[in-house]
């Protein structure tokens, strides 16, 4: 079975924090897709990221990082110099081939100015 | 493009009412997904579509009802509501990729009361 953890229920910090959302996922396959989507006080979900499992390099955009581990089992996500419009739900997805789109819980983000 | 749409935004109904949702998407998107999101426990899959005609069951199918008559819309149904369907639901259209990497593009939701 698929399963994403995702263990910070919520996090606060303060303008120009950086801050790390942490992502574990369990599965048997050895092909499966991860992803990261946001959904902002608007309600509406962004996709962020997909990232393959033989994909294990870190990609950087903007203030996003994403930090993916095998060994581990994780897929985090840092933004570096947080902002307030940073604040909204953030969660990781797991899919795995011929399966469905398994999400975490989220963690809610609130960067206070 | 308008993307994927969600009629209503909002709906309170009584317990026992029941109620049609309708996505529909302009994206010519093959696949087709109901979610709800609950505090604290992410997106759960009730029933999705792998094509026009054809439905099948998620994670939490009991209670409600889909049907995919034209490829552009998916409609979810509730015979009869009861409290525990509060929600937000939902809708999410993708092109299928064949190792799973299609990403998914989501509704505006449709926050759901039940009484």
């Known amino acids: 079975a698929q399963k994403v953890t995702q263990a910070q229920t919520e996090i606060s910090v303060v303008e120009k924090e950086d801050v790390t959302l942490d992502c574990v996922y369990e599965?048997?396959?050895?092909?499966?897709?991860l992803f990261w989507y946001k959904q902002p006080p608007s309600g509406e979900l962004v996709f962020l990221i997909r990232r393959n499992s033989f994909d294990e390099q870190n990609e950087i955009s903007g203030r996003y990082s994403w930090n993916f581990q095998k060994s581990t089992s994780s897929f985090n996500f840092t933004i570096t110099a947080s902002q307030v419009v940073d604040s909204a739900v953030y969660f990781c997805?797991?899919?795995?081939?011929?399966?469905?789109?398994?999400f975490g819980a989220g963690t809610i983000l609130r960067v206070k100015s | 493009n308008a993307g994927v749409t969600q009629t209503p935004k909002f709906r309170v109904l009584k317990t026992g009412q029941s109620m049609t949702l309708l996505c529909a998407q302009d994206?010519?998107?093959?696949?087709m997904y109901w979610y709800r999101q609950d505090p604290g426990m992410g997106l759960r899959l009730i029933h999705y579509?792998?094509?026009?005609?054809?439905?099948a069951k998620g994670e939490v199918p009991d209670g409600y009802n889909v049907s995919r008559l034209k490829k552009q819309n998916f409609l979810l149904g509730l015979e009869s509501a009861a409290p525990s369907q509060t929600s937000v639901y939902f809708c999410?259209?993708?092109?299928?990729?064949?190792?799973?990497?299609?990403?998914?593009?989501f509704g505006p939701g449709t926050r759901l009361t039940v009484l």
């Open positions: 994206m010519n998107h093959e696949y």
């Open positions: 997805a797991l899919r795995v081939y011929g399966n469905k789109l398994v």
């Open positions: 599965t048997r396959d050895t092909t499966y897709y």
């Open positions: 999410a259209s993708s092109y299928p990729q064949g190792d799973g990497a299609d990403e998914q593009f």
């Open positions: 579509s792998v094509g026009e005609g054809t439905t």
